[in-house]
C-alpha cells in the first residue's frame, strides 16, 4: 500500500473520485504493480505498460491503472490509439488532473487529432506563470502540431510496406542497413531470441528487465530476402546493435555497450562467409560522450557519425570525419547549422551518389520527434546547405528515423513501431516516389578471378579520375573475389586492377554526360593479356557511360602528358606533391622504375626502351624478380621524370618501386618512417 499511496502523490491530483482497494487482490498482482509502480518511477515505461495494461484487463475500473497505462503508451507508436482512448476519458471526468491537457495533446498530436491537440496545448500554455521546462515543453508540441497540420494537408506518393516474414517478428526488429544493391540487410533484433537475454540497466541478468539487442543478416534469394540468421561472431550478451553497412557490403559498422565500457562504435570487415573480428573504430570518432551512429561515403574517405559531445549546436549533432594515412579518422568536422539545431540530430545516411545525405532531425519543421530530411552537398566545399523534409507520409507525428535507400533511389528501409505490425517496432519498405531524389551514378559490380579462382584480398583496385586524383582503393572480397563500388557522374575514370604479381587490367569510363542511375558488371580475369570477355554492356543512351578497354601490353603511342595509368604511377604522383624533392639517399633508399616482375625469371626482350638506360634485375627477399630500367634515382621527382621518359618510350605500365634493405617499400611506409610529410588530403 506504501508504494501506491506514492503512486498518488506523485500525480498530486485525484483521479477519480473512489479510493483504492486491493484487499480483493492476488499476491502476485499486488507483486506485479509494486514492479510495475517502481518501473514508472524511473520513467521506464516501455517496460512498465506491459504490467499496467495486465492489471487493468483484470481491473477495467479503477483510474490509476488507466491514467498509468495512458502515460505509458505515448512511449510506444504501437499503442498511441490506447493513450488518446485512457486520456481522453479520463480527462472528461477530471479537467483538474495534473499535465493532463499536455499528456491528451500529445496523445491527440501522435494519432492525428490535430485540431484538438492545438486545442488542448493552446489552453496548456495560458497560465502566466510556468514551470520553465514545462513551458519549453509545451511550445516545442505546438510547434510540432502546426507542422503536422501543414505536411498532412500536402502528402506524397510514397507508400509505405510492412516487410512482413521472416523479416519481422513479434520481437522486435530495428535500424535496417542494406548493401548499395540491397541484396543484403543486416539489422538490429531484440526478442526472446536475444543472446544476453534480459538485462537491467547495469547489464546483470534480471527477469524485470530488457533484453539485450543483437545484429541479424538476411540475404536476398530469388528476389526476397531470406530468413534472418544472427552474427554469431559478432553478438555477445551485452547490447550489440546494428549501425550501417558500407555499399558493398564488406564494412560493417554497429554499436557496443558492455559493462566495461561507456558504448562505442565498432567495424567488422567481410571474412570467408561471416566477419572478422570486431575492432573499435581507430582514431578521434570515439570518445567518452555518445557517439551511436554513422555512415561511410561511397569513396571510403569520410564518415559521417553523431555524437553529443561538448561544442556542438545541442544535443546530438552529426559530424564528419577524414580517413587518415595510417587508416584512422581524424579532422574531425560539425556539420554546421545548416544541418544541425539546438534539438537532436541523428542516423546520419550518405547514399551512393555521395551527396544526398539522409537524416533524422528533431529541429526544423519536424512534425513530431525525429524527422527525416535530405540535404545535398555542395561539391566544390563539401558542405550541405539545401536541406528537404520528406514529407508525409514517410514521416509522421511520432519518431521516423534509420531511414537508409537503395543506390538506384527507388526504394528506402526504416524502423517503425506502428499500430498494425507484427511487434513493437519492424522493417518497412517505402516505395520513394518523393521529388529530389534521382541519383546520377554508375554502380559497378563483379569478380576478379584468375585461373577460375578468386583473386581477393591480394589485389588492388584502384579508381582514377581524369584529374589524376584517386577516387577509391580498395580489394574485392578476399573467399569470392566479388566487389561493388559506385562513381558519381560528371566525369572520366580509369578502373586499375592489379594482381600481387605486377599484372594490371585497365577500364576507363566516361561518366560527363551521365545523368542516370547506371548499372556495369565487370568481371577481370588475370589470365588473359585482354580483357575480350569482361566488355561491360554499353547502352545506346547519352546516360549511359562510354566505356574503353586498355590493353595491359606495353605499345607504341607516345604519352604527351603525364596521366597515371596504374594504381603506382597515381600514387607516385600524389606522393611527389609533398614530397617530390626529399633525397632519400642519404637513408640507404633508393627509387627504381618497374617495368616487369617475375616469379620465375626469364630472358625478356625491350627494344624499344633502348634509349631510356640500362635495364636490371633485382631478386628482392620476397623471391619476386623486379626488372628495373635506368638505375636508382634518390628524389621521387628524379624517378618521377625518368619514369615518364619510359612510358613515352611505349611501356605504358612502368611505374616506380623504392628499395630499403633488399625489400621493397610501399611509399606510405616512408612517411612511417618519418622521411616523408604525410599527404595533405584534397
Known amino acids: 500500500m506504501l508504494k501506491i499511496n506514492l503512486f498518488f502523490l506523485l500525480l498530486s491530483t485525484t483521479i477519480v473520485a473512489q479510493d483504492l482497494n486491493t484487499r480483493k487482490w492476488r499476491k502476485s498482482e499486488k507483486d506485479s504493480l509494486d514492479n510495475a509502480l517502481l518501473l514508472y518511477e524511473e520513467k521506464n515505461y516501455l517496460l512498465a505498460y506491459p504490467t499496467f495494461e495486465n492489471l487493468l484487463n483484470q481491473h477495467p475500473k479503477e483510474g490509476y491503472l488507466k491514467y498509468a497505462c495512458g502515460i505509458c503508451a505515448l512511449s510506444r507508436s504501437d499503442k498511441h490509439h490506447k493513450a488518446y482512448e485512457y486520456l481522453s476519458e479520463l480527462y472528461a471526468k477530471n479537467k483538474k488532473i495534473e499535465n493532463i491537457k499536455y ?20 489552453e496548456y500554455l495560458a497560465p502566466s ?6 513551458k519549453k515543453n509545451g511550445l516545442l508540441l505546438q510547434r510540432y502540431i502546426s507542422n503536422a497540420k501543414y505536411h498532412l494537408s500536402k502528402p506524397t506518393n510514397a507508400k509505405i510496406v510492412n516487410m512482413g516474414t521472416p523479416l519481422n517478428s513479434s520481437d522486435e526488429e530495428y535500424v535496417p542497413a542494406i548493401n548499395a544493391s540491397e541484396d543484403v540487410m543486416v539489422f538490429t533484433y531484440k526478442g526472446v531470441k536475444s543472446k544476453g537475454g534480459k538485462m537491467n540497466s547495469f547489464l546483470t541478468p534480471d527477469p524485470q528487465g530488457a533484453y539485450t539487442e543483437d545484429l541479424y543478416i538476411s540475404k536476398k534469394e530469388k528476389g526476397k530476402f531470406s530468413a ?6 559478432i553478438n555477445t550478451t551485452a547490447h550489440d546493435a ?5 555499399l558493398d557490403g564488406q564494412l560493417l559498422y554497429f554499436y557496443r555497450n558492455t559493462a566495461d565500457d561507456h558504448g562505442d562504435l565498432y567495424q567488422a570487415q567481410v571474412s570467408g562467409q561471416g566477419f572478422s573480428k570486431p575492432k573499435k573504430l581507430k582514431g578521434y570518432v570515439n570518445s567518452y560522450a555518445y557517439e551511436g551512429h554513422c555512415s561511410l561515403s561511397p569513396d571510403g574517405n569520410t564518415l559521417y557519425f553523431t555524437s553529443d559531445r561538448s561544442g556542438g549546436y545541442g544535443g546530438i549533432d552529426i559530424y564528419k570525419a577524414t580517413m587518415l594515412p595510417d587508416s584512422s579518422w581524424g579532422n574531425i568536422v560539425n556539420l554546421g547549422d545548416s544541418i544541425n539545431t539546438p534539438y537532436d540530430e541523428d542516423a546520419p545516411f550518405i547514399h551512393p551518389d555521395g551527396v544526398s545525405l539522409f537524416y533524422s532531425s528533431k529541429g526544423r519543421n519536424s512534425m513530431g520527434g525525429y524527422d527525416i530530411f535530405k540535404a545535398t552537398m555542395n561539391v566544390k566545399d563539401s558542405s550541405f546547405k539545401k536541406v528537404q523534409h520528406l514529407g508525409y507520409p514517410i514521416n509522421s507525428t511520432d519518431d521516423d528515423i534509420y531511414f537508409v535507400v537503395a543506390a538506384n533511389g527507388e526504394r528506402a528501409y526504416y524502423s517503425s513501431a506502428k499500430q498494425d505490425g507484427q511487434g513493437l517496432k519492424d522493417i518497412y519498405m517505402i516505395d520513394t516516389k518523393f521529388e529530389g531524389l534521382k541519383p546520377a551514378l554508375m554502380l559497378v559490380k563483379g569478380t576478379t578471378k584468375r585461373k577460375g579462382m578468386a583473386v581477393g584480398s591480394n589485389n588492388q583496385i584502384k579508381i582514377i579520375s581524369q584529374s589524376g586524383k584517386v577516387y577509391k582503393n580498395f580489394t574485392s572480397n578476399n573467399s569470392s573475389g566479388e566487389f561493388m563500388v559506385s562513381v558519381p557522374a560528371g566525369e572520366k575514370y580509369k578502373f586499375v586492377f592489379k594482381d600481387e604479381l605486377g599484372n594490371f587490367k585497365e577500364f576507363d569510363f566516361d561518366l560527363t554526360s551521365l545523368n542516370a542511375y547506371k548499372e556495369e558488371n565487370l568481371d ?16 545506346a543512351s547519352n546516360t549511359v557511360a562510354s566505356v574503353t578497354i586498355n590493353s595491359v601490353k606495353p605499345g607504341s603511342a607516345s604519352t604527351t602528358t603525364f596521366i597515371p595509368n596504374n594504381i603506382a604511377q597515381a600514387t607516385s604522383l600524389s606522393f611527389a606533391k609533398e614530397n617530390g624533392n626529399v633525397d632519400v639517399g642519404a637513408q640507404g633508399i633508393q627509387f627504381r622504375v618497374q617495368i616487369a616482375a617475375l616469379k620465375y625469371p626469364k630472358a625478356m626482350n625491350f627494344p624499344y626502351l633502348k634509349n631510356c638506360g640500362k635495364i636490371e634485375t633485382l631478386l628482392l627477399v620476397d623471391g619476386i624478380t623486379r626488372v628495373t630500367i635506368g638505375g636508382k634515382f634518390t628524389t621521387l621527382n628524379d624517378a618521377l621524370k625518368h619514369n615518364k621518359k619510359v612510358i613515352d618510350a611505349g611501356q605504358k605500365d612502368a611505374f616506380i618501386t623504392a628499395i630499403y634493405q633488399n625489400k621493397r617499400m610501399l611509399l606510405e611506409e616512408l612517411v612511417n618512417m618519418g622521411i616523408f610529410k604525410p599527404q595533405k588530403v584534397d
Not at 103 to 122: G, M, Q, V
Not at 129 to 134: A, C, T, V
Not at 242 to 246: E, K
Not at 533 to 538: A, Y
Open 129 to 134: 506563470k510556468m514551470n520553465l521546462e514545462d
Open 242 to 246: 546494428c549501425v550501417s553497412i558500407s
Open 228 to 233: 534472418p540468421e544472427p552474427l554469431e561472431e
Open 103 to 122: 499528456d491528451l495533446a500529445r496523445a491527440a498530436h501522435y494519432t492525428n487529432h490535430l485540431d484538438e491537440a492545438e486545442t488542448l496545448i493552446k
Open 524 to 539: 577481370v580475369n588475370f589470365d588473359a593479356m585482354t580483357v575480350a570477355n569482361s566488355t561491360p554492356t554499353v547502352a
